[in-house]
T-cell receptor
Framework: QKEVEQNSGPLSVPEGAIASLNCTYSDRGSQSFFWYRQYSGKSPELIMFIYSNGDKEDGRFTAQLNKASQYVSLLIRDSQPSDSATYLCAVSDSSASKIIFGSGTRLSIRP | GAVVSQHPSRVICKSGTSVKIECRSLDFQATTMFWYRQFPKQSLMLMATSNEGSKATYEQGVEKDKFLINHASLTLSTLTVTSAHPEDSSFYIC????????????FGPGTRLLVL
């Protein structure tokens, strides 16, 4: 069974610090990797996607991909209370017919 | 990013009735849409994959006769919960696949269903 694993948290980070969210996946053939943010009672919102090994930066967010280790991470710099949410890691399966979601990491930014 | 709408956003119905939920991709064509269900404090659960012009593919354990999916056009997929019961009360979320942009999924705002 293809899986995407995330620590459920909650991960508590002080305001202004860097929040680091991690994700591992089992399907070595996966090509596309996504991070979604979901506020309580709302639907997921795409933050970033990454396809190549290395880092991809977008504002305060940096996605990191290491295909050899089957590991994806999301760094949030200068964390704000509004970043408090559940972050979902998602990985396309090798057939690219669907995306498999992790169960999410709950992030709490404390003022 | 691409916009996906869902209607209605919230519905309350009596047990035994059927409820139809619409999912539309507003600014792109989506040959594939997905339907998810999420119970409180739980993760997203994929129910089915909806392909334009063909039958939907249901995940294991999801009753296809209870959750009817129709994807009649490149911008519209509908989910009908037939003979709804209280245990069907949940947050139903659709997503649409933007095939032109590296297979990225964009989510609709969700439909909260309460069956009394």
């Amino acid at each position: 069974q293809k899986e995407v694993e995330q620590n459920s948290g909650p991960l508590s980070v002080p305001e202004g610090a860097i929040a680091s969210l991690n994700c591992t996946y089992s399907d070595r053939g996966s090509q596309s990797f996504f991070w979604y943010r979901q506020y309580s009672g709302k639907s997921p919102e795409l933050i970033m996607f990454i396809y190549s090994n290395g880092d991809k930066e977008d504002g305060r967010f940096t996605a990191q991909l290491n295909k050899a280790s089957q590991y994806v991470s999301l760094l949030i710099r200068d964390s704000q209370p509004s970043d408090s949410a559940t972050y979902l890691c998602a990985v396309s399966d090798s057939s690219a017919s669907k995306i498999i979601f992790g169960s999410g990491t709950r992030l709490s930014i404390r003022p | 990013g691409a916009v996906v709408s869902q209607h209605p956003s919230r519905v309350i119905c009596k047990s035994g009735t059927s409820v139809k939920i619409e999912c539309r991709s507003l600014d792109f064509q989506a040959t594939t849409m997905f339907w998810y269900r999420q119970f409180p404090k739980q993760s997203l659960m994929l129910m089915a994959t909806s392909n334009e012009g063909s039958k939907a593919t249901y995940e294991q354990g999801v009753e296809k006769d209870k959750f009817l999916i129709n994807h009649a056009s490149l911008t519209l997929s509908t989910l009908t919960v037939t003979s709804a019961h209280p245990e069907d009360s949940s947050f139903y979320i659709c997503s649409a696949l933007d095939g032109l942009h590296q297979e990225t999924q964009y989510f609709g705002p969700g439909t909260r269903l309460l069956v009394l």
